[in-house]
């Protein structure tokens, strides 16, 4: 009470105490996290952050509108009725020139073949022959003056007369700085203007002067279209003469022009197929929900998202076996496991510790070797149908499908997982003082009763976190099912492997595992509403 | 594409030249990507031993991850830190690299070795040269191996594909890779569909139905293969009657261990193997994996490759020069598969067909397996 007239406790240095406290208090928390600083940079930087970028992968979908930017925003307009306009033809012209030259069209080809069956060959195809038909316009050009045909007339006239002097002193292999266009060109020739820079900056990614290399015929295009609608005479640069008769050419009846569709069409009539077009505009946005739908069996169309057909349903059949099994596999681990552990907590310490041995035994061999050798066991001329024909409780011609189906991974992952339910058990189990079951029994309990009301319930927690630990582990396990699950028993994870590693699918498999671990989440967060987690513990 | 494809000639030419008079302008250590088992052990024998010898001071890295070649070099890529120097991949994986940036191309003539006669790299090799990246090894085949104890009495050892799909004739389980490739073709051909319409049937969802419709006949009888030495060890232990499985891995079954397996060489599915340099090394590790590429697939060097593995040299230039086995001192050329008696009717892997089918065709079929 007398503190309250004499105000707020003061320390030794006179600050009042509650401030003097939490300093020292932040103090000694900054230490500690201090201490704790490697650990976690270690754990953020090559463990969350991949798995981020990883579990990113799953929406991010840029490489449709980055190698196709021109045309995925003329595609914008198209309502997906009919053959896209010339326009959007020619904006795939021009952009897919661009790709094949820096060889990404096929990059984008196998990525919408995810989506569209025949997508990778018709790229391919068609990045091969567009150069084909650039040449039009060059030949002509070539007519009125062949230094069209040339590198340095092209850089004269486009580029900043002081960015290429500095560029004429560099070296080979020497990109030199970042290009720049004349002064005046932008409004006098926009789209060659354009085109060029497309070509220099590509160029100068690899390392190449543009001064030094030849245009890209996607240029000569550009100009031949900006010389049929700019008028050029008011130009007074290097080669003024040339672009001049140049423009007299094109605004001439006898200049042959380029017809867009019509050239995609020859060169591959899939160019005139509206699905095509529909998938590209589909995949055009920079995230898509389309790996989540694929992996719920589902997919993107115009219409929204629709079911797959039925046949070629199976992320959902595998998800609730994946769930199912691994249910199968815990509650086999727990009947198994209890009284193993009793007894590594119950026996005098000698055969105790031969006992953990025995268990810890198979955790030091190979994973790949444990699970052969079921392989060896199960299989049908192996050792556990041959003792059975031996025994005649099997018929030679009829032995049991042990292996290559759910029986097999479940009897596997059972036995590999084990020690995972065993050990957090055994921890719990050894804290339990036995002389709870000796009251028990003294105050008149039967040994059943004596277990169950008394021993039982205090080793729940060691129940808990075995379970939780199998689970989470049988739930994404993929090399065991792989090798002896057969078709039947193989879980979502050997999907999850076969995109990541093998059909180069990432996103997809990003989306899988985004899945998994959402599943994961939800069962850990019920466990802990229906059991609690407090309730669980790893030992003492 | 032409000026550009002229300067990385001559770039490289340069490369090529300035390292071979230079000599120290190469790296002096490689890391070569292979499959692991015996395979690896005849790249070894065959062409590291050798090249190591001559180059003094060079040394060689194997790493047995051609099965994740692709995933692993694009990761490789990703993050800028590309540590293989050779890889070994199938054709099918290396247009795979090429079309996503991640192999060099190569121009075989300029790169490779002539044939001793004369003829260019690209001749020699011819069609095998299936993408700018690919420089071709082996041809290897898919086919099946059977036991000849469990033939039934009285009947015919199999010889056509169609027995595959015969369980009344040839009771007992079959082993098939777990993957559409090779077994939809194998069992259009059997239902009925000529050899020359196989790929037009299956671009169609009906044709597509129907493989799976006749492989459905054996369904049941069917362990699914996923590693290459899963059918050798069924084989091996009577747990099947045939299976598919690589050539080379009935070879050894049945030369090497002596067990009572017959090959059955009637429509085997010929594929290539070779070797890719990964893109965007420095110039001294590329010159090193250009001068052991070029070392690696010159005529002899193919040639005694198949001392050890019973693989066809993909040169033509080679085969005259095929001799017998290592250890076993058997003649190797009726081993191979491209053995005029073996190769009476044959299928090559269809690379442009699967390129675009593959996922499509995959998720049915994977869908298929799951019901």
Known sequence: ?540 | MKLTKTLLASTALTVVAGAAMAGGHMSDSMTLVSWGGAYQASQDNAYVVPYVAMNEGVSATWDESSAEAVAKLRAMNEAGNVTWDVVDVVAADAIRLCDEGLALEIDHDEQLADAPDGTSASDDFGDLIVSDCFIPQIVYSTTFGYRTDLVPEGVAPPSEICSVFDLETYPGKRSLERRPINNMEWALLCDGVAKDDVYDVLETDEGQDQALAKLGTIKDSVIWWSAGADTPQLLADGEIFMGSTYNGRLFSVIEEQNQPVAIMWDAQVFDLDGWIVPAGLSDEREARALDFVSFATDTQRLADQAKYISYGPARLSSAPLVSTHATLGIEMAPHMPTDPANAKNTFLYNYEFWADYRDDIDAKFQAWLAQ
């Not at chain 1, 053959?83 to 984008?108: G, I, N, W």
């Not at chain 1, 060169?267 to 989540?292: E, M, Q």
């Not at chain 1, 115009?302 to 959902?316: M, S």
């Open chain 1, 1 to 540: 009470m007398t503190d309250k007239s004499s105000g707020p406790m003061l320390a030794a240095d006179g600050t009042p105490l509650k401030r003097s406290l939490s300093r020292a208090l932040r103090m000694q928390k900054v230490r500690a996290l201090l201490l704790i600083a490697p650990l976690l940079l270690f754990v953020v930087l090559t463990f969350l952050a991949p798995i981020a970028d990883m579990l990113f992968r799953s929406v991010e979908n840029q490489i449709v509108s980055e190698t196709l930017p021109k045309a995925t925003l003329e595609l914008a307009d198209w309502d997906g009725d009919g053959l896209p306009s010339d326009a959007v033809y020619e904006a795939t012209f021009f952009d897919l020139f661009a790709a094949a030259e820096r060889k990404l069209h096929t990059r984008l080809g196998t990525r919408l073949n995810y989506e569209e069956t025949g997508m990778s060959s018709l790229f391919r195809r068609t990045g091969r022959k567009l150069d084909d038909f650039g040449d039009v316009y060059l030949d002509q050009f070539k007519k009125v003056d062949r230094a069209w045909s040339k590198a340095a007339p092209w850089a004269e006239m486009m580029s900043d007369p002081d960015w290429l002097a500095g560029q004429e002193a560099l070296g080979r292999g020497d990109a030199g700085p970042p290009f720049v266009l004349r002064a005046g060109m932008e409004t006098l020739l926009p789209r060659t203007s354009d085109a060029y820079q497309t070509f220099a900056r590509a160029m100068q990614e690899e390392d190449d002067n543009p001064a030094d290399e030849k245009p890209w015929a996607t240029v000569h295009i550009a100009l031949a279209e900006d010389l049929a609608t700019q008028d050029v005479s008011t130009y007074t640069g290097p080669g003024k003469d040339r672009l001049q008769a140049t423009a007299a050419l094109v605004g001439s009846a006898d200049f042959e022009t380029l017809d867009y569709t019509a050239m995609f069409l020859d060169i591959n009539d899939n160019w005139g197929d509206t699905d095509v077009w529909r998938t590209i505009k589909l995949y055009s946005p920079a995230y898509t929900s389309g790996y989540f739908l694929n992996a719920v069996d589902m997919q993107l169309t115009p219409d929204g998202p629709e079911w797959r057909d039925e046949r070629e349903q199976i992320y959902g059949l595998l998800f609730k076996r994946t769930l199912y099994m691994s249910l199968v596999i815990t509650l086999s681990c727990i009947m198994l496991g209890y009284p193993v552990a009793w007894l590594l907590a119950n026996l005098p310490t000698r055969q105790s510790n031969l006992l953990m041995i025995l268990v810890l035994l198979p955790f030091w061999t190979s994973l790949l070797v444990r699970t052969s050798a079921w392989k060896v066991m199960l299989q049908q001329q192996g050792v556990v149908n041959d003792v059975l024909v031996w025994l005649s409780i099997v018929p030679d011609d009829a032995r049991l499908a042990l292996i290559n189906n759910q029986t097999g991974t479940i009897i596997a992952m059972t036995h590999i997982l084990l020690p995972f339910m065993i050990l957090p058990m055994y921890s719990v189990m050894q804290t339990i003082p036995p002389t709870y079951l000796r009251a028990a029994k003294s105050l008149g309990a039967t040994n059943w009763t004596a277990f169950w009301r008394v021993y039982f319930p205090q080793s729940v927690p060691g129940i808990g976190a075995g379970s939780i630990l199998v689970f989470i582990l049988a739930i994404g396990y993929y090399i065991t099912p792989a090798i002896v699950g057969g078709t039947s028993g193989t879980f979502i994870s050997n999907r999850i492997a076969y995109h990541i590693s093998s059909s180069g699918n990432w996103g997809l498999g990003a989306a899988l595992g985004a899945l998994l671990l959402a599943a994961v989440l939800i069962l850990y967060w019920a466990y802990d509403r229906i059991v609690g987690i407090d309730n669980v513990k790893l030992g003492g």
